[in-house]
């Protein structure tokens, strides 16, 4: 039997990358996942892929930056599977990589209305059923930034220092319902489009000249992390909260040397197409208003 077998679990942001990494692993132990993202055709395409596999799925077009949205994928949840006992707060964004004062206000506030706003009113959703049923997993998603200053990306940083503080005090203030519990998970660096594909504030280039060696030397499947979230969401956390999931994986980071000192030997470029940058303007206020 699958270490989720009878459980069912919302997932959201699983359309692609880290989350739909996550909707696999749990759907391949038993359960039965609702994908979401904001596109309705990729919400389609991956739910009727799961169902291909013999995972049950629903789904369901969602924007975490929207309470109703998410009470929506709970609605959901429970209106086809009768209940609700995990919940991933995983739908994250980013901006571009670049100083603060430079970043388009309107990105800057996308990042705080997804990640900041979408992890509120997940954990919110999620907590008020647990809370009701006695049970349930939430697990919110930490980030590059969460235990420490993230200059050139600070609104995304500091939106995972503030998902980090957040879900310990809710793990605090929920320790009074053993059933219910906690969780934050850092997966490290995930080879997904939000590593991948980078916009950069003009003048700014010069520092992530390095990054696609990095991102080459770090970066994991999704399915690393996907394992580690599993098991925060299984039995085997039952009667713990507060904890902190972190993925570190030497091997990864062992392996990817050892490759990129042969691409080295035999020549080849490190900007090779992992990553694609995009160069954005620098944003100016509007001195003529
Ligand atoms: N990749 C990494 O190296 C890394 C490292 C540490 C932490 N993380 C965290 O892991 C999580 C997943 O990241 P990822 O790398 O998998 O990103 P990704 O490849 O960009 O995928 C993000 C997913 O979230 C959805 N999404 C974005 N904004 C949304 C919104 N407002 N409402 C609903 N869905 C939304 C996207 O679909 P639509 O755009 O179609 O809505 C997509 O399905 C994020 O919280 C991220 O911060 C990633």
Known sequence: MGMLAGKTAVITGSTRGLGLAI????????AAVVISSRSAEAVAQTVASFRASGYQAEGLAADVSKLEDVQALADLC?????????WV??????GPYGPTIQFEPRVFESVVQTNILGTYY?????????RQQGSGKLINMLGMGYNKPA???NAYGSSKTWIRNFTRALAEENRDMPGVGVYALNPGMVLTDLLTRN???????DRLKNFPTIVRMWAKPG?????EALRLASAATDGRTGLEGNVFTGGVLLLGAIREGWLRLIGR??????VEMRVVPAWQPDKSK
């Open 223 to 227: 399915e690393i992390p996907a394992r």
């Open 199 to 205: 916009d950069v504030i003009a003048g700014s280039e």
């Open 78 to 86: 429970l209106m086809s599977f009768n209940r609700m006992d995990i």
């Open 269 to 274: 470029k490190p900007d090779d197409g992992i």
């Open 89 to 94: 707060n995983n739908a994250g964004t980013t």
């Open 23 to 30: 909707a696999r692993a749990f759907a391949a132990e038993g």
């Open 122 to 130: 997940g954990s919110l959703t999620a907590l008020h059923h647990f």
């Open 151 to 153: 200059p050139w990306q």
